[in-house]
Nanobody
Framework: QVQLVESGGGLMQAGGSLTLSCAAP????????MGWFRQASGKEREFVAT????????YYGDSVKGRFTISRGNAKNTVYLQMNSLKPEDTAIYYC???????????????WGKGTLVTVSS
């Protein structure tokens, strides 16, 4: 069973910043992308951002473009999500994910993390 270990969620005021981290030590397939989805209360899960194994291909959801930045760690099975200019509507459970990603609307996720809660107050 592949485990994805997330950290970095918490409470932040609007306009602030948070960084999420995800480590997947058992993931080694070079065809995999890693990234983040989120789900707000009462809403469907939403694509946030993914990055390819090489780091050359990055996708962002429209709602976070220009505010969030995804990056890979030196260990390629680690990914970070830098979230700036946070808004109350960014409040959600953020899930780390590993899978095949061809775009924000085209992906097959093989593994999910348990999620980390991000709350943005107004």
């Amino acid at each position: 069973q592949v485990q994805l270990v997330e950290s970095g969620g918490g409470l932040m005021q609007a306009g602030g910043s948070l960084t999420l981290s995800c480590a997947a030590p058992e993931v080694t397939f070079s065809t995999n992308a890693m990234g983040w989805f989120r789900q707000a209360s009462g809403k469907e899960r939403e694509f946030v951002a993914t990055i390819s194994w090489s780091g050359n291909t990055v996708y962002y959801g429209d709602s976070v473009k220009g505010r969030f930045t995804i990056s890979r760690g030196n260990a390629k099975n680690t990914v970070y999500l830098q979230m700036n200019s946070l808004k109350p509507e960014d409040t959600a459970i953020y899930y780390c994910a590993v899978g095949i990603v061809q775009g924000p609307s085209s992906y097959v996720i093989s593994y999910w993390g348990k999620g980390t809660l991000v709350t943005v107050s107004s």
